[in-house]
């Protein structure tokens, strides 16, 4: 039972030390990435210099699965979020995962909103890229883990409404879409945020994930 609690200790030290290092960049946007496809290594590299979101994606982004953006907005007083949802232990699912990332970037620059990362992903990405909410990834996976029949949605006059032209629209980009940015409010809950990106990490339908913020505002000023 003791050497159980020292391994058990130790472990929670390697992913506590991870977050450390992650909380301290607390004058950019941090990202993790985990990529999937790739032996997961004994360590994971961080990175301290500055460097730009569209390098990180480019570098991270796999030719097999999805390559999954998961991007938090920034709170009501105009802060980056993510930092303090890790300060606080609100992510505990991510941060069981922290010591299996590819690698974690402290300073990451144009990080603006998510349609600024959209269209960088789509520039950098060999395949179709789409801004998403939380809700669209999980009914995309779960599409992707139990196929079914594409069905079109009619009015009751037999004709495709304005609306039901757009949701059909709409369904039809999400399901060729290879390269997602899930767009996230930062008044999220954080325990759906939390379930999520840890669904994506253990997907093996998923390349790449990228867990992310959106800069401050003193930042972009």
């Known amino acids: 039972a003791v050497c159980c609690w020292a391994m058990i200790t130790m472990m929670m030290m390697k ?12 004058s950019a946007a941090p990202a993790l990435v985990w990529k999937d496809l790739e032996p997961v290594s004994a ?5 301290s210099e500055d460097v730009s979101f569209d390098k990180v994606m480019e ?14 907005g920034r709170t009501e007083a105009g802060e980056e979020a993510l930092t303090p949802l890790t300060a606080s232990g609100a ?41 998403i909410s939380l809700n669209e990834f999980s009914a995309k996976l779960d599409a992707l883990l139990e196929p079914q029949l594409e069905e079109m949605e009619v009015a009751p006059n037999g004709m495709v409404s ?12 999400l399901k060729q879409a290879r390269t997602l940015i899930v767009d996230i409010p930062a008044q999220t809950t954080p325990r759906l945020l939390d ?11 998923v390349g790449t994930v990228v867990l992310s913020s959106v800069r401050s505002v003193e930042e972009v000023k």
Request: a positive charge; one cysteine or more; proline letters at 1%.
């Open 59 to 72: 570098d991270s982004f796999s030719a097999e699965g999805l390559n999954v953006v998961f991007l938090l």
């Open 91 to 131: 992510l505990p699912g991510v941060a069981s995962k922290a010591d299996t990332a590819t690698c974690v970037h402290h300073h990451v620059a144009n990080v603006q909103n998510a349609q600024s990362v959209t269209t960088m992903a789509n520039r950098v990405s060999d395949s179709a890229t789409l801004k």
């Open 195 to 205: 379930a999520t990106v840890v669904r994506a990490i253990e997907s093996k339908a």
């Open 43 to 47: 360590t994971t590299t961080h990175h």
């Open 15 to 26: 992913v506590a030390g991870i977050f450390a290092l992650l909380i301290a960049a607390t």
């Open 162 to 173: 304005k609306a039901a032209h757009s949701a059909n629209k709409r369904n039809r980009l």
